[in-house]
Nanobody, 121 residues
């Protein structure tokens, strides 16, 4: 069992930056890929980025490539999502999720409750 708690969301102006954190507790951290997902009002949940259990492999949605960076600190059991050059269309609830089988999209095994990011002037 793995518990995930997101933090770092908030209101930011277009062009600004935020860093989201996903803190984990429980077992299986060392074996888990961690992904960030988001869901905007009226839209389906989409994968934003994912990082392998080792941290050596990452992937990004085309819409955030070059603006977002995912990283993990295994000693702290925390994954970060650095978000730069934010746009209004980045507004969403952001969730982190853990996958024991790797980055498997919506098939991840454990989910956090989400943190709201609002990009608006």
């Amino acid at each position: 069992q793995l518990q995930l708690v997101e933090s770092g969301g908030g209101l930011v102006q277009p062009g600004g930056s935020l860093r989201l954190s996903c803190a984990a507790s429980g077992f299986f951290w060392d074996y888990s890929a961690i992904g960030w997902f988001r869901q905007a009002p009226g839209k389906e949940r989409e994968e934003v980025s994912c990082i392998s259990s080792s941290g050596y492999s990452t992937n990004y949605a085309d819409s955030v490539k070059g603006r977002f960076t995912i990283s993990r600190d295994n000693a702290k059991k925390t994954v970060y999502l650095q978000m730069n050059s934010l746009k209004p269309e980045d507004t969403a609830v952001y969730y982190c999720a853990a996958g024991l089988r790797g980055c498997v999209g919506n098939g991840m095994d454990y989910w956090g409750k989400g943190t709201l990011v609002t990009v608006s002037s």
